[in-house]
Antibody
């Protein structure tokens, strides 16, 4: 059974860059799955940020206006989110998640979540 | 973007009751790419239903999904105490993937 383990800071200053990493256990980054990031705020609810495939293909939510970069390290079996120019509106719980490319299922596995506060 | 509207916002029910939650899409969700999730406080969402009506691994058969096009429902046939939570629908037919705003089931 796949497990996703998130790591990263809980506090980031305004205008700075957030980097979160999701380590994958029980599955390979080169399997036919999309690896996603989702965030949750009390005001906007659940918001999909973007996804990356093992080939490096990516899709993003246009609402984030080019502030997001996704990358993966196949040797470490992990993938990462970078979000730039943070504001208080980016304060949220961030989740990584897995979606199957073979059988479309939605987000079938999730990380534990990281509460990120944007504050000086 | 496909907007998903869930109703009602909150339901107060008792264990043992049957409940139907609604999710309406602003555009047709073709290919049945509609999922339902359950979320409890402090936890990540858990996939319950995918492809409109297929139960995810380990999900009890009291949970069922139905619908097509723009109207979808999640039914819990007999509420157990552990079912009181927030439920979200989500479409993965088009990008960006979008979620409904959630329906909270609370104990009456």
């Amino acid at each position: 059974q796949v497990q996703l383990q998130q790591s990263g800071p809980g506090l980031v200053k305004p205008s700075e860059t957030l980097t979160l990493t999701c380590s994958v256990f029980g599955d390979s980054m080169t399997s036919s799955n999309w690896w996603s990031w989702v965030r949750q705020t009390p005001g906007k609810g659940l918001e999909w940020i973007g996804e990356i495939f093992y080939t490096g293909d990516t899709n993003f939510n246009p609402s984030l206006k080019g502030r997001v970069t996704l990358s993966m390290d196949k040797s470490q079996n992990q993938f990462s989110l970078q979000m730039t120019s943070l504001t208080a509106a980016d304060t949220a719980v961030y989740y990584c998640a897995r979606t199957s490319n073979l059988v479309p299922t939605g987000f079938e596995s999730w990380g534990q979540g990281t509460l990120v506060a944007v504050s000086s | 973007d496909i907007v998903l509207t869930q109703s009602p916002g909150t339901l107060s029910l008792s264990p043992g009751e049957r409940v139907t939650l609604s999710c309406r899409a602003s555009q047709s969700v073709s290919s049945s790419f509609l999922a339902w999730y359950q979320q409890k406080p402090g936890q990540a969402p858990r996939l319950l239903i995918y492809g409109v009506s297929s139960r995810a691994t380990g999900i009890p058969d009291r949970f069922s999904g139905s619908g097509s096009g723009t109207d979808f429902t999640l039914t819990i046939s007999r509420l157990e105490p552990e079912d009181f939570a927030v439920y979200y629908c989500q479409q993965y037919y088009s990008s960006p993937r979008t979620f409904g705003q959630g329906t909270k089931l609370e104990i009456k």
